[in-house]
């Protein structure tokens, strides 16, 4: 979904240059990348401390990657700590419902 959004921005700023494109901007900023195939058509939009050229397209499909990877590991952590959680509590309930038992 982020690259068709890319996109979008990318080709609307292609057919009007006049108005400028803060969503294109703002891609290139946050991935430090600039255009898809060559940065020469959106240079003005490209960071100033950006050497070379670097395909935006490659840039979001890595960084999301990398992320969801991340969120996928803590998700995973989080789970089994909810689980623990749980078995613990368990066998308190059943501790303090065998101790009421044998008073």
Known sequence: HVQTMYEEA???????REKGNGTLITFHSTFQCCGKESSEQVQPT???????????INEIETTISVKLQLIGI?????????????????????????SRDVI
């Open 74 to 98: 803590v998700g995973i952590g989080i789970a089994g700590f909810t689980i623990l959680g749980m078995i613990f509590s368990m066998v308190l309930c059943c501790a303090i419902r065998n």
């Open 10 to 16: 990318y080709n609307g700023y292609l057919r009007d």
């Open 46 to 56: 490209c960071p100033k401390e950006l050497l070379g050229h670097k395909n935006c």
